[in-house]
């Protein structure tokens, strides 16, 4: 299985979820809810690309998350 990570394919989606969630927890009440509900959709992109993939989507998207974290 080839696992490494590709610049590209849901790559900005994964990058604007989080800057989002990075975002929303510096702003309270209602607003915070529907920015956090915003970034988790953004996400929807690389998981159904991990999942047509036939990849665990949720471990892609977990080390997706860490790289992300790291640069950003």
């Known amino acids: ?4 990570v590709v610049a590209g394919g849901g790559a900005i989606e994964m990058e604007l979820s989080r800057f989002l969630r990075d975002y929303s927890r510096t702003i309270p009440g209602k607003q915070q809810l529907l920015i956090g509900a915003y970034a988790k959709a ?3 992109i690389p998981r159904q690309l991990c999942d047509n993939a036939g990849f665990d989507a949720t471990n892609v998207l977990n080390k997706l998350r860490a790289k992300h974290a790291q640069v950003g």
């Open 1 to 4: 299985q080839n696992d490494s």
């Open 42 to 44: 953004l996400e929807i």
